[in-house]
């Protein structure tokens, strides 16, 4: 049998017959057809029966057993992390033919094959795969995929500068861990971490980016910059 399977021993025509079975790992049993349940490597080994009849005659038989081997299931990434509408391809080797569940989100939709790709929405997904050699054994590993929702960005006021005078902005974004970026339009000039300058009066477009250290990128933030006359020399 294989690995994690019953082991089921068979013996015909035992009206009237008393058994006794001895095997590995302390095995006994007074049934005639005992059953091992999920059979494991110490459970390998030579298994004993004897029978006897009404009349105290007693005939003792005595088989091998052994376990065939299992396949070593491996996935290519046990945690896979995503953001929300993303795709996430899922790869497993070890076996000769596979079986993926659940199969919801799953190309193929059969869920079989060595690689799918799943889209799953926000949340934590375990994909179980089963995976068979090419003796009828099989053993299961299993990849999560974290599905995150895409975060928010802010910009944090103050809105009003002096010409010749760097303002320095400030951005949020709605995760820890993550990092942002700035534009705005020329004359003015902003520097990625938001120090805002203008020689010239006006109002001017500031979008702030904001990515999550998963890769998630929130809608741009954007506002405006009024920037008047600074002080002059007299």
Same mark, same amino acid.
């Given at each position: 049998?294989?690995?994690?399977?019953?082991?089921?021993?068979?013996?015909?025509?035992?009206?009237?017959?008393?058994?006794?079975?001895?095997?590995?790992?302390?095995?006994?049993?007074?049934?005639?057809?005992?059953?091992?349940?999920?059979?494991?490597?110490?459970?390998?080994?030579?298994?004993? #029966?004897?029978?006897? /009849?009404?009349?105290? @005659? =007693?005939?003792?038989?005595?088989?091998? %057993?052994?376990?065939? *081997?299992? $396949?070593?299931?491996?996935?290519?990434?046990?945690?896979?992390?995503?953001?929300?509408?993303?795709?996430?391809?899922?790869?497993?080797?070890?076996?000769?033919?596979?079986?993926?569940?659940?199969?919801?989100?799953?190309?193929?939709?059969?869920?079989?094959?060595?690689?799918?790709?799943?889209?799953?929405?926000?949340?934590?997904?375990?994909?179980? #795969?089963?995976?068979? /050699?090419?003796?009828? @054994? =099989?053993?299961?590993?299993?990849?999560? %995929?974290?599905?995150? *929702?895409? $975060?928010?960005?802010?910009?944090?006021?103050?809105?009003?500068?002096?010409?010749?005078?760097?303002?320095?902005?400030?951005?949020?974004?709605?995760?820890?861990?993550?990092?942002?970026?700035?534009?705005?339009?020329?004359?003015?000039?902003?520097?990625?971490?938001?120090?805002?300058?203008?020689?010239?009066?006006?109002?001017?477009?500031?979008?702030?980016?904001?990515?999550?250290?998963?890769?998630?990128?929130?809608?741009?933030?954007?506002?405006? %910059?009024?920037?008047?006359?600074? $002080?002059?020399?007299?």
């Amino acid at each position: 049998p294989c690995p994690g399977s019953d082991l089921v021993f068979s013996n015909p025509d035992t009206l009237g017959l008393t058994c006794k079975w001895t095997g590995p790992n302390q095995f006994s049993s007074t049934e005639c057809a005992p059953i091992i349940r999920k059979v494991s490597a110490e459970q390998a080994g030579e298994y004993c #029966v004897t029978v006897t /009849n009404q009349n105290g @005659c =007693s005939q003792k038989q005595c088989i091998p %057993v052994s376990l065939l *081997a299992s $396949p070593l299931i491996r996935v290519a990434q046990d945690t896979t992390h995503i953001c929300i509408g993303q795709s996430a391809t899922l790869s497993v080797s070890g076996g000769q033919t596979y079986t993926w569940t659940p199969t919801a989100t799953m190309v193929p939709p059969n869920g079989t094959g060595a690689s799918v790709s799943v889209t799953p929405p926000v949340g934590i997904w375990p994909f179980v #795969v089963n995976g068979a /050699n090419g003796i009828n @054994c =099989s053993a299961n590993d299993t990849a999560v %995929v974290i599905v995150h *929702a895409l $975060p928010t960005a802010t910009i944090v006021r103050p809105d009003t500068a002096c010409t010749g005078i760097p303002l320095t902005l400030e951005g949020k974004g709605s995760t820890t861990g993550g990092t942002g970026t700035w534009s705005t339009v020329l004359p003015a000039i902003i520097s990625n971490t938001g120090v805002f300058s203008s020689n010239t009066k006006g109002k001017f477009a500031i979008t702030y980016y904001y990515t999550s250290k998963f890769g998630c990128k929130a809608p741009a933030a954007t506002d405006t %910059v009024c920037v008047l006359q600074g $002080p002059q020399a007299a």
